[in-house]
C-alpha cells in the first residue's frame, strides 16, 4: 500500500527533488565549504518550496534560491560558533583540495564560484539569486577567479 502523505504530493514536486537533489546537495555542499549539514539543509529548502508550491511560478530558480539562502543563514551561524569556541565538524572526501581553496572564499565570492562554475548559471541568474547586480556579479567573479588562479599557481 502506498504512503498516503507522498501521493499528497504534486507529481511536479516529486518530480522535482528526484531531479535536482543530488545538484542541490552539492550546491550547498560547496557553498557551506564541506558543512555536513547540507544534505539537510538541501532537504529544509525543499520542504520550504513544498509549502509554497502553489504559488511557485519557476521551481528550479526558487529552489535554487532557497539553497542559497539556506547556506547563507548555516554559514553565518557556523561564523558565531566559532567566534564562540564552538567545535565545528569537518569532513573529508575526494575533492578535498578544491574544497579546501573554496572554503578559504568569503561567502560572497564563494557562492558566484559555485553558481557559475559548479552550477553552471549565467551571470544574470547568479544576480538574481543573489540579490545584487549584474555588475556586482561580473565583478566578483572577475576578482574571485584572479584570487583563485594566485593560491593555484603557488
Known amino acids: ?10 507529481e511536479e514536486f516529486v518530480e522535482l527533488y528526484r531531479a535536482r537533489r543530488t545538484s542541490m546537495v552539492r550546491l550547498a555542499y560547496l557553498l557551506t565549504a564541506g558543512d555536513p549539514a547540507a544534505e539537510e539543509l538541501v532537504q529544509e529548502a525543499f520542504l520550504r518550496v513544498r509549502s509554497h508550491w502553489s504559488e511557485v511560478a519557476q521551481p528550479v530558480p526558487y529552489l535554487r534560491t532557497a539553497v542559497v539562502n539556506a547556506c547563507r543563514n548555516q554559514t553565518r551561524r557556523r561564523g558565531i560558533e566559532r567566534r564562540h569556541d564552538v567545535p565545528v565538524e569537518t569532513t573529508e572526501g575526494p575533492d578535498v583540495a578544491v574544497r579546501m581553496v573554496i572554503a578559504r572564499l568569503p561567502e560572497r565570492q564563494r557562492a558566484v564560484v559555485v553558481l557559475r562554475y559548479f552550477e553552471d548559471l549565467p551571470e544574470a541568474e547568479i544576480a538574481a539569486v543573489l540579490g545584487c547586480s549584474l555588475s556586482a556579479v561580473k565583478s566578483l567573479l572577475h576578482r574571485t577567479v584572479r584570487e583563485l588562479r594566485e593560491v593555484i599557481e603557488r
Do not use: F, G
Open 1 to 10: 500500500m502506498a504512503d498516503p502523505v507522498v501521493e499528497a504530493w504534486p
